[in-house]
């Protein structure tokens, strides 16, 4: 899976310094099942995506939906497992982050993203 660095252009804050990117049939489909925690700095990035589930999943989520030019569209804090998002029609992806991070990093609906390959 790629590696990318997610950035707030609004702010400078970093979102992710390590975000996988989930853009084939395989990995959208596995996402997060099976993982206890994320750790700080982590993210996944859903691609493409307009809704998500934590069915299965044994840990709590940020979910941040965006525009394709990486608008935040819509946030979910803490999204609890067992839950189903609303579907965010104009989302073409989706970052999944560990529970918290929206709040420490400022992050609202309006910012834009910049995503970075650390991929060499």
């Known amino acids: 899976m790629q590696e ?3 950035i707030n252009e609004d702010n400078a804050e970093i979102i992710a310094s390590h975000c996988y990117l989930a853009d084939s049939f395989f990995t959208r489909f596995k996402g997060l099942l099976g993982r ?3 750790s700080e700095g982590e993210g996944l990035l859903i691609k493409p995506c307009s809704s998500v589930h934590t069915l299965g999943m044994k840990m709590i989520i940020d979910v941040v ?3 394709s030019d990486y608008q935040v569209l819509h ?3 803490e ?3 067992g839950k189903l998002s609303p579907v965010i ?3 073409s992806s989706v970052l999944e982050l560990p529970p918290g991070q929206v709040g420490r990093s400022g992050l609202k609906i309006g910012h834009r993203l910049r995503s970075i390959s650390l991929d060499k």
């Open 79 to 81: 999204m609890q497992p």
């Open 75 to 77: 946030i979910i804090e």
């Open 4 to 6: 990318l660095k997610i």
């Open 89 to 91: 029609k104009k989302s």
């Open 65 to 67: 939906f965006l525009s």
């Open 36 to 38: 206890r925690q994320m």
